[in-house]
Structure formats: structure tokens, C-alpha cells
């Protein structure tokens, strides 16, 4: 089993920052994708940015420029690194992974980071 820790979510005024963190621990050979995703009240959970193992990068429309994603293998940790925050980046961020344990390959979720945006 593998499991999905993340940090890092809080208060925060408009036009800060925050950074997130998420830890995989568990049964790991390899991580493939590690993504971000986000769920506002009311909204449905939507992709905020992704890094494959390769380190190649994709983000929400809204977060580029403000938003950057990156791993630590050694750590099997992904950050996420926002600034300029505004008050509709509030949401519930998520964290996601693709591992492999040696004999499967799946998909794994955290349990949410809270990030209110507001003065």
C-alpha cells in the first residue's frame, strides 16, 4: 500500500504565497506522474498542474506564471509553489500519484490540503 501525505495549505491574503508538499510513502519502485488537483466548494475537482517522471510540467490556464510544480525522487515528494494567490485559488488541494509497487501500477490520493485565500 502506498500512501499520500500532504502539508503546507493555510490561510493566506490575496497576493501571497504558499507552498504545498506531498510525500508518498509505502511500497514504491517508481513514480510516474505526480499531480495537483484542486476542489472548491460546489466545483468539481480540477487538474492545477502535473510533473512526470521525466520532469516535463502542465498547468491550469490560471495558474500559469504564478504556479510551479516540482518533485524531489530522493524524497518521493512533489511541491507546489504558488504565488500571487487570489481568492478563487481557494480550494482543497490534492495530491496524486502514479506508482509502481513491483507488480502494479496505480493511482493514489491524499487526503486534501485546505488553502483559504482571503484578507
Known amino acids: 500500500q502506498v500512501q499520500l501525505v500532504e502539508s503546507g495549505g493555510g490561510l493566506v491574503q490575496p497576493g501571497g504565497s504558499l507552498r504545498l508538499s506531498c510525500t508518498a510513502s509505502g511500497i514504491i519502485f517508481r513514480i510516474y506522474a505526480m499531480r495537483w488537483y484542486r476542489q472548491a466548494p460546489g466545483k468539481q475537482r480540477e487538474l492545477v498542474a502535473a510533473v512526470t517522471d521525466g520532469d516535463s510540467t502542465n498547468y491550469v490556464d490560471s495558474g500559469k506564471g504564478r504556479f510551479t510544480i516540482s518533485r524531489d525522487n530522493a524524497k518521493n515528494t512533489v511541491y507546489l509553489q504558488m504565488n500571487s494567490l487570489k481568492p478563487e485559488d481557494a480550494a482543497v488541494y490534492y495530491c496524486?500519484?502514479?506508482?509502481?509497487?513491483?507488480?502494479?501500477?496505480?493511482?493514489?490520493w491524499g487526503q486534501g490540503t485546505q488553502v483559504t485565500v482571503s484578507s
Open positions: 496524486n500519484a502514479d506508482v509502481w509497487n513491483g507488480v502494479t501500477r496505480n493511482g493514489y
